[in-house]
């Protein structure tokens, strides 16, 4: 028997992707003796079943559904009968979309995602490259004063050390240990970053927080002392204004520090914090299982207790009063927040949240930490709503990170990639798709350059803090970092670069990808590539909003294009460290192109692309295809 279905082919599914509530699509199948044809679709609280019936197109069958008034997500599959036995039709084991195939059992069902249309993302997010700070390692600046340091932090005198732990009972850290690095250390670099054609500047958290990270909030409303002041801030947003540079902040708000104005453990702020009195304004903030020792807390850090985000209090403290956490610093200067680990906070305190920004700024953006596919992410037993049109613009595109390093490792083909990715531009409204926040580096993650040098995991700590890869390593991971940082360039979404990156620091997990700016050390031709791939990102605008479609070329060649109403991009990068590829394509038999990065006039009957090596070439005489 003959059966078939395709969610990203127009000839079974129109239109392709994530759709509008309440809008219409056509389902087809191709099919061949089969009976009682059937369509199903389901949400999370109906069923429908749908009778399909012939096309016009010979062995095709149809049907047009209007889709549900509600954001969320339908599902849907196939079923009939052939030869006197029943079976379904269905996405792939891996549940990503594309073809699916048939099956004797329930299978696992198509996505469509549904949302409301009601906003677009802003040109300046969507169009720009984004620099990731942790402030204490960036620069320390002019304004640094050793008397705005605790008792009990640890100062590195030397610029270049190692970040430690340095740990006590328990495991838990006695010292914290920091560099100085200040919001003024950052503004004396902004000419820096525009060097790099940056736009926004996400920051992680610069709230007063005994730590060095400040995920452990000690007090929204005040700048770290060791970063600097409120002046310091403001100084910064000026700055970076008349240089076109948006702030995007760290929003830590399912937990605070146990060392906070809030919480007060260790009686370090005046007034009654939730461990000292029952009576406080803020015991209702957090959840206590045995007042006051036991409480609930992030992960089981009970340097971080939870917060109760649906209590009205906390909400109006932090999104709805006049004067909250998010109002007061986006009116200091901020353009947007990134919510850090977002599927621990209830949708309606993101719907609650945005709706302030939105009130405070049109033009903000609002981004979510999530690591897995967010269309359809679920938490607590919850499928989750980011993208229902009223919550996040943008998730940190983690899939995105994961795939390419996967790639350029050998550990999944091109064809593996093509899929995981098209999966995303299925599920993923298209703003939100365009809006990724596409990194390749984090404070979370080890330096991308000891990936790509395949540096040893197992290592003990000792051996890993000052660990550095050998030459040869060094040499291949650079290689692979410039394929790397080019599909990030290229590839739909919003780049973002960890500082250091962009210069060779290597490092592996927390604290050692947290190194130090190598100011005066810094690996010069990687920089100077920087400098060129992303003045590419900055000037084309096909790559900051073109359409996207990949082509098939083997397990090495990844290809893809990107296409608007004027231009044509062809993109292609070559892994093997060994091999030549050629790629040839009859859509662009007797084309001729510019490549980008060396302003060749190339033909594009045969495409040669050498070892760990790219080529971005914009189409000059390209006949139009149909794009997604």
């Known amino acids: 028997m003959d059966f078939r279905h395709h969610s990203w082919d127009k000839a079974f599914r129109i239109p392709f992707g994530a759709l509008p509530m309440g809008s219409t699509v056509t389902l087809k199948v191709c099919a061949t003796n089969i009976y009682h044809l059937r369509l199903r ?77 009601k906003r677009k993302s802003p040109k300046w997010y969507t169009q720009g490259i984004m620099y990731q700070i942790f402030p204490d390692r960036f620069n320390r600046g002019s304004d640094f004063n050793i008397d705005n340091f605790s008792p009990n932090a640890l100062l590195h005198p030397n610029w270049n050390d190692s970040p430690h732990y340095f740990r006590g009972v328990d495991d838990k850290i006695d010292y914290w240990d920091f560099f100085g690095g200040t919001l003024t250390g950052i503004t004396e670099k902004l000419d ?63 937990h605070t520090g146990d060392d906070s104005l809030y919480f007060n453990r260790f009686g370090n702020y005046p007034e009654s914090g939730a461990f000292q009195s029952l009576e406080s304004p803020y015991y209702p903030w957090y959840n206590f299982i045995q007042y006051p020792h036991k409480y609930s807390c992030w992960w089981g850090v009970d340097a971080m207790p939870n917060t109760n985000e649906m209590h009205p209090a906390f909400q109006d403290f932090i999104f709805k009063n006049k004067n909250s956490v998010i109002r007061y610093w986006m009116n200091a200067g901020a353009s947007g927040w990134r919510l850090d680990v977002a599927d621990e906070l209830p949708d309606p305190f993101i719907t609650g949240l945005k709706e302030a920004m939105l009130e405070q700024n049109q033009e903000s953006i609002l981004i979510g930490e999530v690591w897995e596919d967010a269309s359809r992410k679920i938490a607590y037993d919850e499928l989750r709503t980011y993208f229902s049109g009223h919550e996040l613009d943008a998730v940190m595109n983690y899939p995105f990170r994961e795939a390419f390093i996967d790639f350029l490792l050998g550990q999944k083909s091109a064809p593996q990639i093509q899929r995981l990715m098209m999966s995303l531009y299925e599920h993923y409204p298209k703003e939100q798709f ?99 791939i992303t003045e590419l990102h900055a000037k084309n605008s096909v790559l900051q909003r073109g359409s996207w479609q990949p082509y098939e070329a083997g397990d090495d060649l990844f290809v893809f294009e990107r296409a608007d109403n004027h231009d044509t991009c062809l993109c292609l ?43 971005i070439i914009a189409v000059k005489n390209k006949k139009e295809l149909t794009l997604m």
């Open 192 to 254: 820096y970053l525009k060097s790099l054609n940056v736009t926004i500047l996400y920051l992680n958290p610069i709230f007063k927080s005994p730590s060095n990270h400040r995920y452990d909030t000690g007090d929204y409303m005040t700048i770290d002392p060791v970063l600097g002041t409120l002046e310091s801030f403001m100084t910064l947003a000026t700055e970076c204004k008349k240089r076109n540079i948006a702030i995007i902040l760290d929003g830590v708000f399912s």
């Open 573 to 615: 990068f070559n892994r093997n460290s060994k091999a030549i590829h050629l790629y040839e394509d009859p859509r662009y038999i007797r084309c001729i192109g510019i490549d980008l990065l060396t302003n060749a006039t190339v033909s594009l009957d045969t495409i040669v692309i050498e070892p760990l090596s790219y080529a």
């Open 41 to 117: 679709t389901y949400t999370s609280d109906q069923e429908q079943w749908h009778i399909m019936i012939a096309s016009e197109e010979p062995n095709y069958w149809e049907t047009t559904l209007t889709l549900p008034e509600a954001a969320g997500i339908l599902w849907y599959d196939f079923s009939f009968e052939s030869n006197g036995r029943a079976y379904t039709y269905g996405t792939q084991s891996d549940h990503l979309g594309g073809e699916g195939q048939i099956y004797e059992s329930s299978p696992p069902s198509y996505q469509i995602t549904l949302y409301d249309p």
């Open 434 to 532: 365009m809006g990724n926040m596409n990194l390749i580096g984090s404070h979370d993650r080890r330096r991308i350059l000891t990936v790509l040098g395949e540096a040893d995991e197992y290592l003990k700590d000792t051996e890993r803090e000052h660990f550095r890869l050998s030459e040869s390593q060094y040499k291949l991971a650079k290689k692979r970092l410039k394929l790397l940082s080019l599909i990030q360039m290229t590839f739909p979404g919003v780049p973002c670069i960890y500082y250091g990156d962009e210069v060779g620091v290597q490092g592996f997990q927390d604290p050692y990808n947290r190194r130090t700016y190598p100011w005066g050390n810094e690996d010069n031709e990687l920089l100077d590539w920087y400098r060129q």
